[in-house]
């Protein structure tokens, strides 16, 4: 091969270098991850197949595995609990985690189930540091429901830790709503709580 050949081969390879490495590589926002999870939501929601009562466990089963994947329940969970949340066993942390989010199952995905028209507009997004809240409107036959969802940035990318529909933050009021329940009838006392009004939750949304 000449040696004019070799030398020209060699910048190339030198051009192509830098170029591969000078590309900036832009991180998804906040939006940009939590669209897919809710188009998920929305496309079995409105999905004919998984229509009516009867098919209710059949939706929500596939309804939470989308949501699972963009929403980071075990931080919910922590901060929910605050400081009794470190004092808890690896088995109490995940008995509480699967408790509180069939919780948020029937709050949040319970509450979107009514809106079988819906359409989500993104209204936006702020971002501070690694906290984010992305607002959005659910527009289901003239009805406007208000939902913006905290993120947090995290090595995967932005996952929803909370909720705030129509102005009330879910983390804040459930909080406040077991501080009570703590204080008086401590952490075995809130999990009886809680798994007596999963029971409930689900018995009326069977009936």
Known sequence: MKK???I???LLLIVLSFSLFSVPVFAAGPTDDLRPTLDGIVNIITNPDYAGADKKELR?????EVTKRGFDFATMSKLVLGKTYRKLDAEQKKHFEELFTKLLENAYIGKLEAYTNQVTIYKGEQIKGKKAEVRTHVEN????LPVSYIMLQNDTGWQVYDIKIEGVRLLRNYKAQFKSILRKDKFEGLVKVLEKKNASLTKEGNS
């Open 8 to 10: 020209t081969i060699a």
């Open 141 to 144: 036959n003239g009805i406007t």
């Open 60 to 64: 929500r089963k596939h309804i939470m």
């Open 4 to 6: 004019n050949t070799l």
